[in-house]
């Protein structure tokens, strides 16, 4: 269900952070959820959950509850690459590169053409297979080959 006043606070935020202000796009994702909440039983359109998680991440260095939001968001809404990008940075942000990359390409497997989301993980890189494949990524032999091919290009 659409509640207005809810809509319309969900996106004074998006215009809020595409200026960078954070802070205040927060204020309004965070007052998006309240008034849906206030106005209607059913459960909020997650991308506001999604949105005020991102911001959070940003200001509040409360990270893990952050991360713990966009994955909500993102269970919920399994249809909205918007919820990805979000999880996705949320993830870089924490340092959990294999989330953030997975939600990355869920996102692209919903919309291909996702500016963003694209330009996400161009950015990410892609890591070289591992010379030993039969072996861990993880694998001391693994890591001292991978670093001696790096060091020499």
């Known amino acids: ?3 207005p006043a809810a809509e319309r606070s969900f996106e004074k935020g998006l215009a809020s952070l595409r200026t960078g202000d954070s802070l205040e796009a ?3 994702f ?3 959820l309240r008034q849906h909440r206030a106005n209607t039983q059913a459960r909020p ?3 506001y ?3 005020f998680g991102l911001c959070m991440a940003r200001l509040r260095g409360n990270r893990k509850k952050a991360m713990r939001l966009c994955l909500e968001a993102a269970d919920a809404e399994f249809y909205n690459p918007e919820v990805f990008l979000n999880l996705g940075r949320v993830a870089l942000m924490t340092g959990d590169r294999r ?6 390409q869920r996102g692209l497997h919903l919309d291909p053409g996702h ?3 694209r330009a996400e993980r161009r950015e990410m890189g892609v890591r070289k297979r591992p010379l030993f494949g039969f072996l861990q990524r993880t694998s001391s032999l693994n890591r001292v080959a991978g ?5 020499n290009g």
């Not at 989330?99 to 990355?104: E, I, L, M, N, S």
């Not at 670093?147 to 060091?151: A, D, K, N, Y």
Request: charged share 20%.
């Open 115 to 117: 500016r963003e989301l």
């Open 99 to 104: 989330v953030a990359h997975q939600a990355f």
């Open 26 to 28: 927060m204020a309004y």
């Open 30 to 32: 965070e007052a998006a």
């Open 49 to 51: 959950q999604s949105f």
């Open 45 to 47: 359109h997650m991308k």
């Open 147 to 151: 670093r001696l091919r790096h060091s």
């Open 1 to 3: 269900m659409i509640v």
